[in-house]
């Protein structure tokens, strides 16, 4: 594991377009997300997810990614890093 992988992982567009789909899927069916700020954000088109999620995503499939590429790294890791990075409320966050 290294900050290369890591570089490599976050600007990766194919582990980028599942992060933005699995956003997307979070901001839309998960009812315990549906209601806060950065879904209605994500939903609107106001955010881009992948700006938001890419490091998290890269940090969590770290090992997978260098194992094989983003084909390595399952649905379900993406989708527990973006919900574990998920924003709380408010979003934006107010000074």
């Known amino acids: 594991m290294s900050?290369?992988?890591l570089a490599r992982a976050s600007?990766?567009?194919d582990l980028n377009a599942r992060t933005n789909a699995a956003a997307n899927q979070e901001a839309r069916v998960n009812s315990a997300l549906t209601g806060t700020?950065?879904?209605r954000a994500v939903v609107e088109g106001?955010?881009?997810p992948v700006s938001y999620f890419a490091w998290p995503v890269a940090l969590n499939c770290e090992a997978d990614y260098e194992?094989?590429?983003a084909g390595n790294v399952s649905d379900a890791a993406i989708g527990a890093a973006v919900?574990?990075?998920w924003p709380p409320d408010p979003w934006p966050p107010v000074a």
């Open 83 to 85: 919900q574990a990075a």
């Open 11 to 13: 600007v990766d567009p």
């Open 37 to 39: 700020d950065f879904a």
């Open 46 to 48: 106001q955010v881009g």
């Open 3 to 5: 900050y290369a992988s």
């Open 67 to 69: 194992a094989g590429g």
